[in-house]
């Protein structure tokens, strides 16, 4: 079986892809405001980049596991927030201040991934 932090980076990019595709073409049926439409297009992009980088995490600094719940957070709050809020901005009003605590959370991701002790990388 998989490390979790692999499958989790897999699905939300997997996830990543759908939701963008979903913006670009299923929400402008519903959605006039290209603001809200352009929301929607960060979030599915900081959520495949951040993807990403778990699945790197998850290899090259397995052990990294602050720096990998980090960016499993963020991607949760920032983006999950993100999403929510453009397809109803009133009903999800209150999740406005999640939006900045996932960004932290991905920063910090980045931050504790760069002091990671002895990352691994594949040797040839």
Known sequence: MPPPFW???CLYGASSVML????AHGLKKRIADP???????TAAHYQL?????LTLTSVAA??????ASLFTAGMTMFSGSIYLLVLDPQR???LGPVTPLGGLCLIGGWVALAV???PVWPRR
């Open 20 to 23: 963008g595709a979903f913006g």
């Open 35 to 41: 603001a809200r439409l352009a929301n929607w297009s």
């Open 49 to 53: 980049i951040h993807s990403l980088a």
């Open 7 to 9: 499958t989790i980076g």
């Open 92 to 94: 999800f009003k209150a």
């Open 62 to 67: 397995p052990h990294n596991t602050i720096a």
């Open 116 to 118: 990671t002790k002895k």
